[in-house]
């Protein structure tokens, strides 16, 4: 996800996201470290996905 596509999804501007990670570097953390949590959660779940179908296939042959 780029800044830009960040920013949308918060209902700011690119500039307002930028001007918090000068301005309000804890906070543009804190923000940044949330799209990365949801990020691992959603790799997670795929992986974990992937790992069931594994498990079928093997089962079934």
Aim: hydrophobic share 35%.
């Amino acid at each position: 996800m780029t800044q830009r596509d960040k920013a949308i999804y918060l209902d700011i501007t690119p500039v307002t996201l930028r001007n918090w990670r000068k301005n309000k570097p804890n906070l543009y953390k804190i923000i940044m470290l949330g799209f990365a949590f949801e990020e691992a959660v959603k790799k997670s779940k795929e992986n974990y996905e992937t790992l069931e179908r594994l498990e079928r296939e093997v089962v079934d042959s």
